[in-house]
Each structure stands twice: as structure tokens, then as C-alpha cells.
């Protein structure tokens, strides 16, 4: 729910950026579903040879207790593929600055809910010789706190408002 709201966020941010999502020569960007993954991301890589994946990797509490949640992105490249005239001509390397600025301070996914995220590393994760990819990996991490507010709906005078079967009407920040 909270996680997934991240996410989506995360993605959207990029998908919102013309350089990923260009008609003809954008970047395939994927929340991380480990059940369907590894077929969205062989057809993203086939059509394109590049592909960003996007991923709850850890969370934590600090010394606070607050959540601090990294998030990896992962920069899966084919460059025969995407370094041909058909493929996007964006590297692998250039996909992960371009993240970077697009998720740097002062954004935040939702500020009401995500501090703004922290750049932590980037670094080259792999290389496949037998598939001639490579996979270029950038981390970051965000805090939030993990409680639950819940407000009683109420009238002026502090009377609960109720629904037609007497059940008090409830506001959370997270959908149910």
C-alpha cells in the first residue's frame, strides 16, 4: 500500500521526463513485480535494449524511528541492440544522471508522507558476456514514519458522524 504508492511515484516521476518517454525513443521504466519481472523486462530489453527497473530494496527503522527505505534503480542495457540506429542511443550510465536529477532535492514523491530522497551510491552491478548486458545500478533512500493517523469524522458539537448503519466515518492518510 504505502510501498507500492512509492513506487508508483517513482516510475511516474521518470515517465513524466520526455527523456523517458519519448514515442520513439524512450526509456522503458518498470516498478519491480517479482511474480511478471523478468518477462516485462526481456521484452522491454528486446524492443529497445534498455530498460529501468525500479525497486523497494530495504527498509529499516532509524534511531528515530523513522523508516528509511532504499530504493534501488537498476539500468539494464543490450547496447548491440540500443546503441543501433533503432535502439534509444542513451547509455546506461546517462539514464542513471538522468534519474538522479529527476529524483534529487527538492522533489519528493509525496511530501506529506516521503522526505526527499538521498542519493547513496551508483556503481556498475553486472555484466552478462553470454547476453551482452550490462546492468548499472543507482541507490537511494527516503524516510517516512510508518503510523497510521486516524481522525473520527464529527460534527461542531464532537458527535461522531455515522454512516446509514451507525458506523463512524474514518479519514487515514493511507487508502485501506
Known sequence: M????????????????????????????????????????????????????????????????????????????????NRAASGTQKTALGVLVKAKSLWDKPWSPDPDVWSHLEFVRFELTGVDEEYARVTWTIEFQVRTYLETVVEVLATASGRPLATASGAQLLVSPTAP
Do not use: C
Open 2 to 81: 504505502i510501498f507500492d504508492d512509492l513506487q508508483s511515484a517513482l516510475v511516474a516521476r521518470l515517465n513524466w521526463d520526455a527523456y523517458f518517454s519519448e514515442p520513439t525513443i524512450g526509456v522503458t521504466a518498470l516498478a519491480e513485480n517479482r511474480m511478471d519481472l523478468l518477462s516485462e523486462l526481456d521484452i522491454a530489453l528486446a524492443k529497445g535494449g534498455l530498460a529501468v527497473v525500479v525497486a523497494i530494496t530495504r527498509v529499516i527503522l532509524d534511531e528515530h524511528g523513522a523508516a528509511l527505505v532504499t530504493i534501488t534503480l537498476q539500468v539494464h542495457e543490450i547496447p548491440l541492440i
